[in-house]
């Protein structure tokens, strides 16, 4: 069968055949990066934009995790 452009691969591309570095922010689409998809603690304070957490991001629970503690924000 003829194509125009490339031949479709003849297996199912996985992640181990995307080297690392190769998938840039500019080929995500908007919203497709789910919380489900981050894995445990990849965002941290320095990748979170100024004033984009408010009180409603804040969980109500005090917890420690190393040096670490979380608390309510309250306005």
């Not at 304070?45 to 979380?70: F, L």
């Amino acid at each position: 069968m003829g194509y125009i452009g490339k031949e479709p691969a003849s297996v199912a591309l996985t992640s181990s055949d995307i080297a690392d570095g190769i998938i840039t922010t500019a080929k995500v689409a908007d919203l497709n990066i789910t919380t489900a998809k981050l894995a445990a603690g990849a965002v941290s304070n320095a990748k979170i934009a100024a004033d984009t957490v408010n009180s409603a991001n804040v969980d109500s629970t005090i917890s420690t995790t190393g040096k670490s503690i979380a608390f309510t924000l309250v306005l």
